[in-house]
């Protein structure tokens, strides 16, 4: 499985959604919006959206809001600033209403977007031949790409030491395993489990025939555990070499931040292997429980005491 989900990731498919947050948003259906609109200006308690995060801290991406927000008010009866504040706004009184907000919050965070680009001095069409809604697309897309998938592997790589006690004492001994123990929580615990693409042509994969203009989404951690691939697939192990594992996916779209996503993911783990080195489960390991999604692999949450 592993070498066929990496020759249709090299070949034979294009990616369903590439760079284009954009465009997700644009064909999202109205039940998906919502959730891109929590990740893009909602966030939560511990970590606010991208849009909160920038109204908070750049001038230019306040101000932009800010002048919107009356006129909407005025058109919509809700203040986009609350939103971008985190405060409760007057409620929605039916889920059209609720789908015509999230409309124009999303325009108002691309407009946004595209005057803090420019506030920085950048003219985006002139500079790089690209439109400054691309650009705030890539902005939305890095910051959603980059951010959660790395507070998982970090997570579920924390929870893999303290089930594993002596792999945590052989990395406590010797920090230089950690990359290879990084590699193998991602082969092991995949954050992300599934890549989309469309077929261009008919593809035929064991002995099925995917018809060409098909939205498929291949399995990349199940392909990690393709017992032809891997000894004792089940196993977590510092011995693989090489561990050609598929979280970061391959091909064209292979992740732009595979390697900034482990050197997170290492100096985190040498930080907590150091400064805490007698970490444990702060409840029992049995009780953890993982984030319903079939997208994700992510805990809901992992307590550990410092000593
Ligand atoms: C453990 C952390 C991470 C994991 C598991 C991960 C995984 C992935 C996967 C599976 C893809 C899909 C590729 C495909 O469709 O074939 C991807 C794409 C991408 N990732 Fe990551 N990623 C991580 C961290 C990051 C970070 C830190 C950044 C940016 C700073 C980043 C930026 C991107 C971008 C921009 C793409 C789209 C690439 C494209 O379509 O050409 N990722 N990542």
Redesign the pocket.
Known sequence: MLSKLRRL?NSGFR?LS??STVSRVASSSPRERPRLLFAFHGGNKTRPGMGQQFYREEAAFRQTIQRCSATVERCMGFSLSDVFEGRDSRPANSPEETERRNIVILSALELALCDLWQAYGVEPEAAVGISGGEIASVLK??WD??TV??S??IATSALLLLRHPRIKAEAQRNLRVLPTFIDEA?RFE???QL??RVTREDVELSGVVIPAGANVKLC?GAANRDPEHFTEPESLSLQRNPNPHL???A????????F??RMEARVALETLLTVWPNFTAARPLSTVSYVESIQFRALKYLFVKAA
């Not at 091909?251 to 595979?258: K, V």
């Open positions: 990731l990616h590439s760079a897309l890095l790409a980059g998938t790395t998982m592997l991602l995949a954050p992300d890549a989309s990349l979280a970061s996916s091909g064209p779209h292979y992740c732009l931040g595979a900034l996503a």
